[in-house]
């Protein structure tokens, strides 16, 4: 946004400029990767069946019956459950209904609000400021403006994490020569950014494809690679770098991923140190007053050079507007008293014959007055 800006944008385009790049961006990932893991099954297809033929055989050797007739028997099982539980079934399509409708509105609104939060985020945020007192203003105004610096030094190290995730995970699968090496780590980076659930299905997919593309041995050193990678990310790489760039310690962090894991799970896990950074920030710069000392600390929206002149510009366009209208309105009135003064002559001197004749002196003897 600040550098599209910088180069003369206008606020408007350069929140649909990065807004719909966004958007394009992630879906061109998506589609990327989900086109070359569809052709990529489909290669490997043939040598899907034979890897389930060799887990038959090899259960077969260990006294465990696999066959077409087990198969079957599941089938049939799976299919009384059904005619059986019809409601639990329906229950369940309808909450998957319902989830995915929630999680569309959830999108849209969120992309609707993102525009104004782009577009006008500083003007939003003062705006809230001048509800509070005006002695607190300062206070609230900077440390909130530290709060948000914390946050987005948060998502900034969420992302290089994710992507040393996906370079390990992608290098690894490389060197043991597992096929579609990087889509698999752009889905490992993508999954990232989805705590516990996103690590878990994308190793698994990583384990599978080597399963299933190079044999058990190959698959057991793959899930040995992804457990180093996770562990080195989740141990070291999380504490170390997140904690130098939310001011945290790095013990500070595993006791906040821990602790928000144990109240709220999988949710507590992801939102656990962005909210521990922001609170300690906030604390932090309330407790030692920076905003008596804060030479950033802005009570105005920041404005490049050519947005301020742009501005009034515009202001005297509309000044000029305005001074033309106003000047149309009084000539109107002019122009309307004008009419207004000739249409009232006559009618005060209709009204002055009338009251002449309505006066004694003013009418006429009758005739008997006359012969009297």
Same mark, same amino acid.
């Given at each position: ?10 606020? /408007?385009?350069?929140?649909? $400029? ?10 061109? *990932? ?9 052709? /990529? #099954? =489909? ?29 079957? &028997? ?21 909450? =998957? @209904? ?10 849209? $609104? ?6 104004? #939060? ?12 001048? *509800? ?25 190290? &969420?992302? +290089? ?6 370079? /390990? ?9 597992? %096929?579609?090496?990087?889509?698999? /780590?752009?889905?490992? #980076? ?9 690590? *878990?299905?994308?190793?698994? =997919?990583?384990?599978?494809?080597? +399963?299933?593309?190079?044999? %058990? ?9 992804? *457990? ?42 992801? #939102? ?32 490049? %050079? ?14 000029? =507007? ?14 309307? @008293? ?26 006429? %003897? ?7």
């Amino acid at each position: 946004m600040y550098a599209l800006r910088k180069r003369g944008v206008r606020a /408007g385009a350069a929140t649909a $400029i990065a807004e719909i790049g966004m958007i394009v961006g992630l879906l061109a *990932l998506v589609a990327l990767t989900g086109q070359q893991l569809a052709q /990529g #099954f =489909v290669s490997l297809w043939s040598k899907a069946l034979e890897g389930y033929n060799e887990l038959v055989h090899w259960l077969d050797n260990m006294g465990y019956s696999l066959g077409a007739e087990q198969l079957n &028997q599941l089938l049939e099982q799976g299919r009384k459950l059904a005619s059986e539980n019809p409601s639990s079934i329906v229950r369940g399509v309808s909450e =998957v @209904g319902s989830t995915a409708a929630e999680v569309a509105t959830g999108t849209l $609104i969120t992309l609707f609000t993102l525009v104004f #939060f782009l577009m006008e985020g500083e003007r939003i945020w003062l705006f809230i400021v001048g *509800l509070f007192p005006r002695r607190a203003r300062d206070a609230v105004n900077g440390a909130g403006r530290a709060g948000w610096k914390s946050l987005g030094a948060y998502v900034r190290v &969420q992302i +290089l994490v994710a992507a040393i995730d996906a370079v /390990g995970i992608g290098i690894g699968a490389a060197i043991l020569g597992v %096929p579609l090496a990087i889509p698999l /780590g752009v889905l490992v #980076f993508l999954g990232s950014f989805i705590p516990v659930i996103g690590a *878990l299905l994308s190793g698994a =997919v990583a384990v599978l494809l080597a +399963l299933v593309a190079l044999g %058990p041995v190959q698959a057991l050193i793959m899930i040995g690679i992804v *457990l180093l990678v996770q562990q080195l990310e989740s141990h070291i790489l999380q504490p170390l770098i997140m904690g130098k760039a939310v001011s945290l310690h790095p013990l500070a962090v595993i006791f906040a991923v821990a602790g928000g894991s144990m109240i709220f799970g999988a949710t507590g896990a992801l #939102f656990a140190v962005p909210v521990l950074a922001v609170v300690n920030s906030v604390v932090r710069y309330l407790a030692s007053r920076g905003w008596e000392n804060d030479p950033q600390l802005r009570t105005e929206e920041f404005l490049f %050079p050519h947005e301020v002149r742009r501005r009034e510009a515009a202001k005297r366009r509309r000044g000029a =507007v305005e001074d033309a209208a106003e000047r149309v309105r009084g000539r109107a009135r002019t122009a309307a @008293g004008r009419d207004e003064e000739p249409a009232e002559e006559p009618a005060s001197a209709e009204s002055a014959s009338a009251e002449n004749t309505d006066s004694p002196q003013g009418k006429k %003897p009758s005739r008997k007055q006359g012969n009297k």
